[in-house]
């Protein structure tokens, strides 16, 4: 790979994308039912892991999105990461005969891991009152079964990591970027090595020089998808942010796919006139409000628009209210938890919990609007305990309410200008 620095005239200059149809996904968390989903030891891990995923769900929810794949006749798919609830192998190999069906009949698809897909302490299987542990799977191993989803069809691999460049579409480059740190075990924040951010820098100066376009993927963010993210939730943030986002956007990587966070958000950061990113974020398929893109690209122009699952085979037309409720009930448990935990008391818990999972549930959803109230939570009748607690954390709760621009859900992207405007529907 050559390494000659490009003179700015080159880097600046405008390469039109191809014309590409394709939908993303992230976080399906798909879970081997097999493993157990009934007795007390499964029910003890929902409650102490407080979990907000549809669980028992995930294989439904993904049969129902990958039939879409197929209706929508799409020319990829990409998947951003966390494939499996907690990288057991049995999960993964579930996650990949589903694929497979996709690739047999023409549909190319490229996987990049999570943070709970590679050696994960937390793997288990549960047999009525028993959890036991099982094997989760090693980069190699991930890297070997995901051979047909874009490492066996790599044009660049990373000597340092599992990122990968791949082509999906001719005249188009996809950087698939590994921001995990599973050599470590199971670590929820994500860092590039310096070793991996040459690389990429390599990947995307070649590409450059080639005259290519490039789109990435990821599973951790690289923008801050809300006012208060770095500050409550950097694990959910790529390790110096500020500076990698700048890289990309420097070498002309503007649209990276991202996930994580299991909300529906796209980040937008200008750095120069001609220097801008989109980080777009893609909802958990396991957690509502179960959102996917479907991403339309030709020339100068990205159309974002997202999509539901809305049906499966078990709950039929009423799976979104079934995934509402269900997700509704999870986060109340695991904020009620973590207000007893700070020694808020019972009467004042019962009040703030719908407030908080509500302020919660619209940055999931994507298109925040403006609060209820003037001051975000309603502290009447809370007391003084409470109203302090619910102070420190207004800032927070404020800007999960508080939509940063550009739209989350449907919105047409100038890929040259960066320029952006929202779409009805």
């Not at 907690?86 to 999960?91: F, L």
């Not at 037309?317 to 448990?333: D, K, P, Q, R, T």
Request: aromatic share 10%.
């Amino acid at each position: 790979m050559r390494s000659e620095t490009l003179s700015v005239d080159n880097r600046n200059k405008f390469v039109p994308y191809p014309k590409a149809r394709f939908m993303v996904m992230s976080d399906i968390h798909c879970y081997d039912n097999n493993l157990g989903v009934d007795g007390p030891a499964y029910q003890r891990m929902i409650a102490q892991n407080n979990e907000i995923k549809l669980m028992k769900d995930s294989e439904d929810i993904l049969d129902a999105v990958l039939a879409d794949v197929e209706l929508q006749q799409v020319d990829f798919l990409l998947i951003c990461g966390d494939l499996t609830r907690e990288g057991e192998m049995e999960s993964h190999q579930l996650v990949v005969a589903k694929l497979e069906t996709l690739v047999k009949r023409g549909i190319p698809v490229f996987v990049i891991n999570g943070n709970h897909d590679i050696n994960n302490h937390r793997a288990r299987k549960y047999v009525e009152d028993k959890e036991i542990v099982i094997p989760s799977i090693t980069g190699s191993q991930f890297s070997e079964l995901y051979s047909a989803f874009g490492f066996g069809q790599a044009i660049h691999r990373d000597p340092h990591s599992l990122s990968y460049a791949v082509q999906p579409v001719p005249g188009l480059w996809l950087l698939a970027l590994d921001s995990c740190l599973w050599e470590k075990g199971f670590k929820v924040e994500g860092l590039f090595s310096r070793q991996t951010l040459a690389w990429i820098e390599q990947v995307l100066e070649d590409a450059k020089r080639q005259g290519i376009p490039v789109i990435g993927m990821m599973h951790h963010g690289v923008l801050e998808h809300f006012r208060e993210n770095a500050k409550y939730y950097s694990d959910y943030i790529v390790t110096d942010f500020q500076k990698v986002s700048r890289l990309f956007a420097k070498h002309g990587l503007s649209i990276v796919f991202s996930g994580h966070f299991h909300c529906q958000d796209v980040a937008f950061q200008q750095f120069t006139e001609t220097d801008f990113l989109y980080d777009i974020e893609t909802g958990s398929l396991v957690t509502y409000p179960c959102p996917y893109r479907m991403i339309h690209m030709e020339g100068e122009v990205m159309e974002v628009k997202s999509k539901r699952i809305t049906e499966t085979a078990q709950h039929g037309g009423a799976f979104a209210s079934y995934a509402y409720e269900s997700s509704y009930n999870l986060a109340a448990l695991a904020v009620a938890k973590t207000l007893v935990r700070w020694r808020v008391p019972a009467r004042d818990v019962e009040r703030l919990v719908p407030q908080i999972v509500r302020a919660f549930q619209v940055h999931c959803e994507g298109n925040e609007e403006a609060a209820p109230t003037a001051e975000v939570i309603d502290l009447a009748g809370v007391g003084r305990w409470g109203r302090f607690i619910l102070t420190l954390k207004k800032p927070l709760l404020e800007s999960l309410w508080k939509a940063l621009p550009p739209p989350d859900n449907q919105l047409v992207i100038n890929l040259r200008t960066g320029n952006y405007s929202g779409i009805d529907g």
